[in-house]
C-alpha cells in the first residue's frame, strides 16, 4: 500500500515569523529568477560567461512555468553585463537549452555543449575571430562542472528531501560569491562569505572538510580575478580553523593567525579592514545554530553524523531484505516437505511451477526499500536538538517504519513516544506507535510504525464427520493494518482431506507473507495440488483480506462457500464462482470487495453448514434468515457455536461432512500495536 507524505506548515496564531517567511518565499519562481540574474552576471576573468547556461540546464524536465522563471532570469544577467548585441549568441544557447525535450536529465550536459557550438556559431558571424571557439571551449568545460555541481543541489531543494534549507543557504551563498565583484575601502563581500562558509565548514566537519572547502574556495576567488594574496589567506585560514575548530574561539584564532601568516607587514589599512571582514565572518558562523550543522553533516562524506546514516541505511536494508529471504525459505522448505512423497511424473510441469516461482522472486525483489528523504528531514528538523544518531525512514505496505536512535538515552524514557505522537499527526492521517525500543545503558533506539484504527475480533466452531476434520482454518498477519482469515475444505472427509487442506493453507500463508500476489499463490498451489496426486483430490480456498485502517475486505474465493456480512438487520451475501484447487491446470482468480464497519459481522463457513439443509435449492436463504432474526449479536466465539449447533440441530443431529463456522467483527483499536486478537477457538 503506498502512502504519501503530507506537507507540513505549522504557523503560530500571531502570523509568520520571519524565518516562516523566508522559508515560505525561498523556492518562489521571483527568487529563482533573481538567482539566475545574479549567476548571468557572473563572469570568469571577465570573459567567460558559464554560470548563467549551466543554471539554465538545471531547469530541463521541470514544467513550463517553472522553469521560464530562472532561464528568463540568467538572460536578462548576460544582458546587464554585456549588452543586447553582444548577448545575442547566448540567447541562442539558453534558447536550445529550454527547447529541447529533457526525455533523459542524465543528458544535460551534452545539451550544453551543443548550446555552446551553437552559441559559438553565432558569435563567430558577429565577430569572425578565432578566440571565439576558444572561449566556447572554455565556457563548455566549466558550464558542464558547474552543472553536475548545481542539479542535486537544485533538485534536492526542490523536492524537499534532507538539509535542503541549509543547501539552499549554501547555494545562496556560492551565487553571491560568483555575482558580487565590488568592494568598499576593504570590504570585500566575497572575502566575508568564503570565510564565512569556511567558519561553517571547520566546525561541522573539522580539518577534513576545510581542507577541502578552503581550495576550492581558493581557486574560485583565483579564477574571479581577486588578488593573489586574497587566495593565500583563503587557503591558510581553512588549514588553521579547520585544525583549531575543537576550541570555542578556534575560528576567530585561525582566521587572525591566517591573516598574520598571509600577509606580509608592515600593516596597512587594508589588512586592518580584512581583519574586521575575518572576525565578523566567524562571528556569523558561530551564531549560526548546531543543529542545522547537524542535518547538514549527514550529506557530507567524512562527518560522524554521515557515517552514522549510511551505517543505519545499511543496517536496515539488510534487515529488509533478510526478512524478504527468510519469507522465500520458508517457501521452498515447504515445497520440499509437500514433494517429498510425490511419485508424479510431470516433471515438466513441476518446472514449469518452478520458474514462475523464480520469475515472481525477481519481480519482488526489484524495488527493494524505498528510503524517504523528505520525512527523514522533517523529523531531524523537528527532533534537532534531541541529539539523534539517525533517523531512518523505510516505505512498508502500511505506510512509513521509522528507525531512529538517540546518542544518550533520554531521561524520562519516553522520547520515541514523541516521536510516534509527531508522525500520528505529520503523515497522511495515519496513526503511529512505538513497536520496540532499546533503552539499555549507552543507547536509545527504537522504531515506530503504523497504528491501524481497528482491530480484528475472530471466533469459530468446527465438529468433524470422522474424528478428524478435513476443514482448515488459518488466520495470519500480512503487516500491521492487514489480516488474513483463510479457510479451506478438504475433498471428502478425515486425514487425508485434512492433509490436503492443511498443506493448502500452510503454504498459501507462507507465499502471501513472502510478497506474492493472491492470483500467484493460488495459481501455484493449483498446480501442486495437480502434481502431487495421481487421483483427483481438490480443496477450496475461502480467503479474505482485512484492511485495518479502512475496514475494506477483499475477498478471494477458489470452490468455498458463499460468505455473509450483517448489517444490522441486513445480510450481504459473497458468492464464489470458480472451481476448487486442484481440478483444472488454471484458476482464474478474482477478487471481490466489500467494506466492514464497526460491529459489523463477518460470517464464513464451509460447505457442510450450507448442506444442512438439503431441501433447499438455495441453501444460503436459510442462512441469510437466521441472521436476520438475531436481534443482539453476540460476541464472535458464541454466534460461531450457536449457528454450529443450529446448524446440527436442523440436519436432525446428524453430521453427515465436516463443519466449521469462523465469525469476525472490527472493534476499536487498542492504544498499543495489536494487529488482532484471536478468541479461543471451540470445538464439539
Not at 513516544?417 to 500520528?424: N, P, R, W
Not at 484492511?547 to 459473497?574: C, H, M, N, W, Y
Request: neutral net charge; aromatic residues 10%; charged residues 20%.
Amino acid at each position: 500500500m503506498s502512502r504519501t507524505v503530507s506537507t507540513f506548515s505549522r504557523f503560530n496564531e500571531n502570523g509568520l515569523g520571519l524565518g516562516q517567511l523566508a522559508a515560505r518565499w525561498a523556492y518562489a519562481p521571483p527568487v529563482w529568477a533573481f538567482l539566475g540574474f545574479l549567476l548571468g552576471k557572473s563572469a570568469i576573468f571577465g570573459e567567460v560567461w558559464p554560470f548563467g547556461l549551466a543554471y539554465a540546464a538545471v531547469w530541463r524536465g521541470e514544467k513550463r512555468s517553472r522553469v521560464i522563471p530562472p532561464v528568463l532570469g540568467a538572460a536578462l544577467g548576460i544582458t546587464a553585463a554585456l549588452g543586447v548585441r553582444e548577448a545575442l549568441p547566448y540567447y541562442a544557447a539558453l534558447a536550445l537549452i529550454s527547447l529541447l525535450p529533457a526525455k533523459d536529465s542524465k543528458r544535460g550536459s551534452w545539451v550544453i555543449c551543443g548550446s555552446l557550438v551553437l552559441k559559438a556559431a553565432v558569435h563567430f558571424m558577429l565577430r569572425a575571430m578565432p578566440i571565439v571557439f576558444i572561449v566556447a571551449i572554455t565556457e563548455c568545460a566549466f558550464a558542464v562542472f558547474t552543472f553536475n555541481l548545481l542539479k542535486p543541489l537544485v533538485e534536492r531543494c526542490l523536492q524537499k528531501q534532507l538539509a535542503h534549507e541549509e543547501l539552499f543557504g549554501f547555494f545562496l551563498a556560492l551565487t553571491l560569491i560568483l555575482s558580487l565583484s565590488w568592494s568598499w575601502g576593504g570590504f570585500s563581500p566575497r572575502l566575508f562569505l568564503a570565510c564565512w562558509l569556511l567558519a561553517l565548514g571547520a566546525r561541522h566537519g573539522g580539518l577534513g572538510v576545510s581542507c577541502i572547502l578552503g581550495p576550492s574556495l581558493a581557486l574560485l576567488l583565483l579564477l574571479l580575478g581577486e588578488p593573489t594574496a586574497m587566495v593565500l589567506l583563503i587557503v591558510t585560514a581553512s588549514l588553521l580553523t579547520g585544525f583549531l575548530h575543537r576550541f570555542s574561539w578556534g575560528s576567530y584564532a585561525g582566521m587572525l593567525l591566517a591573516l598574520v601568516f598571509s600577509v606580509p607587514g608592515p600593516a596597512e589599512e587594508i589588512v586592518l579592514q580584512w581583519l574586521l571582514v575575518l572576525l565578523a565572518a566567524a562571528w556569523l558562523a558561530n551564531r549560526v545554530p548546531r543543529e542545522r550543522l547537524d542535518v547538514l553533516a549527514r550529506l557530507v562524506p567524512g562527518t560522524e553524523p554521515f557515517v552514522q546514516q549510511d551505517k543505519a541505511y545499511d543496517e536496515h536494508l539488510k534487515m529488509v531484505l533478510d526478512r524478504k529471504i527468510d519469507g522465500y525459505l520458508t517457501v521452498f522448505e515447504e515445497l520440499e516437505n509437500t514433494l517429498e512423497d510425490s511419485e508424479n511424473p510431470l516433471f515438466r510441469k513441476q518446472m514449469q511451477g518452478m520458474a514462475e516461482l523464480l520469475k515472481t522472486m525477481k519481480t519482488s525483489f526489484a524495488p527493494e526499500a524505498h528510503f524517504t528523504r523528505e520525512l527523514e528531514d522533517r523529523l531531524l528538523s523537528h527532533f534537532a536538538g534531541a541529539d539523534l544518531a539517525y533517523i531512518t525512514a523505510v516505505q512498508c505496505l502500511d505506510g512509513f517504519d521509522i528507525y531512529g536512535a538517540r546518542r544518550n538515552p533520554c531521561s524520562n524514557r519516553c522520547f520515541c513516544q514523541e516521536v510516534a505522537s509527531y508522525c500520528s499527526g505529520t503523515i497522511a492521517s495515519q496513526r503511529y506507535a512505538v513497536v520496540s525500543t532499546n533503552c539499555s545503558t549507552g543507547t536509545c533506539g527504537f522504531q515506530i510504525s503504523p497504528c491501524p484504527a481497528h482491530r480484528v475480533e475472530i471466533g469459530k466452531a468446527a465438529v468433524a464427520s470422522s474424528g478428524i476434520s478435513g476443514d482448515s482454518q488459518i488466520t495470519f498477519e500480512i503487516s500491521f493494518s492487514k489480516v488474513a482469515i483463510v479457510l479451506s475444505d478438504g475433498m471428502g472427509v478425515g486425514p487425508k482431506a485434512q492433509t490436503e487442506s492443511s498443506m493448502a493453507l500452510r503454504l498459501l500463508e507462507r507465499m502471501i507473507k513472502a510478497g506474492y500476489d493472491l492470483s500467484t499463490a493460488v495459481g501455484f498451489i493449483n498446480r501442486l495440488l495437480l502434481l502431487r496426486n495421481r487421483e483427483e483430490m481438490f480443496v477450496t480456498i475461502d480467503l479474505v483480506v482485512v484492511d485495518l485502517f479502512t475496514g475494506q475486505l477483499e475477498f478471494v474465493k477458489v470452490g468455498a462457500a458463499p460468505s455473509f456480512i450483517k448489517r444490522g438487520r441486513e445480510v450481504e451475501i459473497v458468492h464464489n464462482h470458480t472451481l476448487p484447487v486442484g481440478v483444472l491446470d488454471q484458476v482464474e482468480v478474482e477478487a471481490d470487495r466489500r467494506t466492514l464497519k464497526e460491529g459489523e459481522l463477518l460470517i464464513m463457513v464451509t460447505d457442510g453448514v450450507l448442506e444442512a439443509q438439503r431441501h433447499l435449492a438455495r441453501k444460503e436463504e436459510w442462512m441469510c434468515w437466521y441472521l436476520r432474526r438475531l436481534k443482539e449479536v453476540e460476541d464472535p466465539a458464541s454466534l460461531a457455536e450457536t449457528l454450529l449447533y443450529d446448524s446440527i440441530e436442523r440436519a436432525g443431529g446428524r453430521v453427515d461432512d465436516d463443519m466449521m463456522v469462523v465469525a469476525a467483527r472490527l472493534v476499536p483499536a487498542q492504544q498499543e500495536i495489536e494487529a488482532y486478537r484471536r478468541v479461543q477457538p471451540s470445538g464439539l
